[in-house]
């Protein structure tokens, strides 16, 4: 089947690989994304990801617990680069190349950052895990993704979360939400609508960065993103 992008931006939520248990790393959550990625990587496409670190430590929710915002966001970054060793750990045992880079020099955890480096190992058929997230403090790691995904090229920014799109009120929330089968980044503005953070969708905006919103713990969704299958919501300009 003739698939859909060539080169992707995978953005993982930290809290979506803690699965149910609630805080840390879900082993079983951790291989089910290991092996829809391969998966993909099996049909040709070149795989970026960014992790979130919220199933280890949340900068902002620290900061209102008294941490000093800077170290906070700094202690956020290095859970991404945790999650980002984890899911690279779990591609090798399945014979999946994976190269984990750093926004922050961390030599030999993983190597610092540059786009070059990503985009040849993508071309070598890595998997690239970009880690902690831009290397700053203030920003997310929805900002880190979007940079990512501009800086090397992606087609598209893939948003996995557990909810199948963007609706126009919280679907667990309100029962009488409904699904966007797209909408433009200025709709999502106007109606206040939390795909992501403004730095992040302001940043795909303004680079023509697609973003794909679909629900990841679904194993196979990956591969039906791929093949075209309407199961999310599409945001553009």
Not at 161 to 168: H, I, L, P, Q
Not at 171 to 185: L, S
């Amino acid at each position: 089947m003739e698939k859909k992008f060539k080169r992707i931006l995978l953005k993982l939520s930290g809290e979506s690989l803690q699965g149910e248990q609630g805080y840390g790393i879900d082993v079983n959550r951790l291989n089910d994304y290991a092996r829809q990625i391969k998966e993909v990587v099996d049909m040709g496409v070149q795989v970026g990801i960014v992790i979130g670190g919220g199933n280890i430590f949340r900068g902002l929710s620290g900061a209102s617990k008294g941490f000093d915002r800077v170290k906070g966001d700094q202690m956020g970054m290095l859970a991404t680069v945790i999650n980002s060793m984890a899911l690279s750990s779990a591609l090798g045992a399945i014979g999946q190349k994976a190269l984990v880079l750093t926004a922050i020099r961390m030599e030999p955890v993983g190597e610092f950052y540059t786009k070059w480096k990503a985009i040849d190992a993508l071309e070598r058929g890595e998997v690239v895990i970009m880690s902690g997230g831009t290397g700053n403090p203030y920003f997310t790691t929805d900002t880190g993704s979007s940079l990512r995904g501009i800086e090397i090229e992606a087609d598209v920014m893939l948003k996995g979360t557990r909810v199948d799109g963007v609706y126009t009120a919280d679907p667990e929330k309100d029962p009488t939400a409904t699904k966007f089968k797209e909408i433009t980044y200025d709709e999502i503005y106007n109606r206040g609508l939390k795909v992501m953070d403004l730095t992040a969708t302001t940043m795909c905006k303004e680079n023509h960065l697609p973003i794909y919103v679909f629900n990841m713990d679904i194993v196979g969704n990956l591969k039906r993103v791929m093949e075209g299958e309407d199961i999310g919501t599409l945001v553009h300009n």
